[in-house]
């Protein structure tokens, strides 16, 4: 039995590589059907724009199994759409009405670049991560598993912590477009596991300059982010990000 | 020094400054209220407790002092906050819809605190700068409030004041990290609480006051 279909309209953002500005363009997404994602969705219609001999819509996309990070739009206001804890991939058509319009939105954020229609340069998390957010690990042989002792409440915690993909959702969804639940999951993380603590301090306090160096703006805990966030990572790893930096800096030289 | 300068020219530090001030005006409001609660109970008590309070001399100068200075911080960096924050987005989006996390006092924090150091400058040039009839403040509570029309701003103050306490009560205490799934539920409940205490509190004493309800 196949699945039902319905027919959209779609307000999508449209900017060249080379534009300055950009504008909304209406689509129609007919015959859709609801067991579609909603990247299959915008697959099938940018087969029908191919045909009209109309640019398709540039959007990132990768896994498609909501595991990778690369995919994300704003839907009707929402970062990955209104469904909790899922990415733009494994969003569904079937919670869309038939006759819906979509507004489709790219990620906005001084801090995230836009590349072309809903293509985000998100390099920005990427420094970040660069400036800190890494263990390092000097050459030697393997060590022996388990020798390092991990409580399981701690292994439990930094897990919930890097369950974070990178997607950037925090900051599409952040009415300040802050990157505090991004660095606060990659900090947490990191410093909830003794292999992480060696570099706790310099970690934090290099990781916050350059998330303040690269434009994001400030948390005003809004905990808009983590309702928005696909893999539902908690403010608590902001909190605990606070906490880490407070300790870093006043313990340090 | 030089640890404190790391610290507060970050974001984080930023929100750190916002977060000990507002405490700082937390604890001032919970005093504020409980002594000005006295105009429930009449004229006499609210007039002993002015007495005692002026009685304190000096300690009372060295708080006014400290609670400006923390005015300055709290509405310097709020103002550094609320323009950065605009400028991290230079493009805003076509439709937005609030997720679930916010509040109307989070949402509306920086506009109400405006407004609040608005209300802060009207209430001194009331209270504090003036001449009270026959020496006594009541009798300037009691004038003020004879007009409706200060018995409304009031009370529309204090409605303000309680949206920004509700969102600030909690988000002072996610800031200085202690965010914790057992705790958490009780600071946010306590901070509405806290601020329909504050709303309620001083909200109805022009009511009160003024027509002697």
């Given at each position: ?94 919670h869309f009405k038939d006759g819906e319009t979509i507004v489709i939105e790219p990620w906005r954020a001084r801090a995230f670049k836009l590349v072309k229609d809903l293509v985000v340069d998100r390099s920005a998390l ?128 | ?91 805003r989006y076509a439709v937005n819809k609030w997720a679930g996390g916010r509040t109307i006092g989070s949402a509306t924090a920086p506009y109400t605190g405006f407004l609040i150091l608005v209300f802060i400058i009207f209430h001194l040039l009331n209270f504090h700068f003036v001449e009270h009839p026959g020496g006594l403040v009541f009798n300037t509570v009691s ?71």
């Amino acid at each position: 039995m196949s699945a039902p279909t319905i027919n959209l309209t779609l307000k999508v953002w449209r900017q060249g590589r080379t534009d300055k500005k950009g504008r909304f363009e209406t689509y129609p997404a007919n015959n859709i059907s609801t067991d579609m994602s909603f990247l299959e969705m915008l697959d099938v219609v940018n087969e029908e724009l191919t045909k009209k001999g109309i640019e398709p819509i540039a959007f990132d996309h990768d896994c498609r199994e909501g595991i990778c990070g690369m995919c994300g739009a704003v839907i009707n206001g929402r970062a990955h759409g209104k469904e909790r804890e899922t990415t733009l991939c494994q969003l569904h058509m079937r919670h869309f009405k038939d006759g819906e319009t979509i507004v489709i939105e790219p990620w906005r954020a001084r801090a995230f670049k836009l590349v072309k229609d809903l293509v985000v340069d998100r390099s920005a998390l990427d420094q970040i991560i660069q400036a800190g957010g890494y263990i390092s690990v000097n050459a030697g042989g393997p060590q022996d598993a388990n020798s390092i002792p991990v409580p399981r409440e701690k292994a439990d915690l930094a897990f919930n912590a890097a369950a974070c993909i990178g997607c950037g959702a925090c900051v599409a969804a952040c009415p300040n477009s802050s990157a505090m639940l991004f660095i606060g999951a990659k900090v947490s993380h990191l410093a909830l596991l003794p292999q992480g603590r060696p570099e706790a301090a310099r970690r934090v306090r290099a990781m916050v300059r350059k998330m303040d160096e690269l434009g994001f703006g400030n948390c005003s805990n809004e905990a808009e982010c983590e309702v928005e966030c696909p893999k539902g990572i908690s403010i608590r790893e902001i909190a605990r990000l606070n906490r880490e930096l407070m300790k870093a800096e006043l313990k340090s030289a | 020094m030089n640890t404190l300068a790391n610290i507060f020219t970050t974001s984080i530090g930023k929100k750190l400054m916002m977060a000990v001030t507002g405490l700082g005006f937390c604890i001032f409001l919970l005093i504020h209220l409980l002594g000005n609660l006295t105009l429930y109970v009449g004229r006499q008590t609210f007039e002993s407790y002015v007495e005692h309070l002026h009685a304190l001399g000096p300690l009372i100068t060295v708080a006014e002092l400290g609670l400006l200075f923390f005015l300055i911080i709290h509405v310097s960096t709020g103002a550094v906050l609320f323009v950065q924050n605009l400028r991290a987005r230079p493009v805003r989006y076509a439709v937005n819809k609030w997720a679930g996390g916010r509040t109307i006092g989070s949402a509306t924090a920086p506009y109400t605190g405006f407004l609040i150091l608005v209300f802060i400058i009207f209430h001194l040039l009331n209270f504090h700068f003036v001449e009270h009839p026959g020496g006594l403040v009541f009798n300037t509570v009691s004038a003020t409030f004879s007009s409706a029309l200060y018995v409304c701003l009031y009370m529309a103050a204090m409605v303000v004041v309680a949206i920004h306490v509700r969102h600030g009560f909690w988000s002072l205490f996610q800031t200085l990290g202690a965010n914790h799934p057992k705790y958490m539920p009780i600071i946010q409940g306590a901070g509405i609480v806290f601020a329909l205490l504050v709303g309620f509190g001083f909200g109805l004493i022009p009511l009160y006051i003024g027509w002697g309800i």
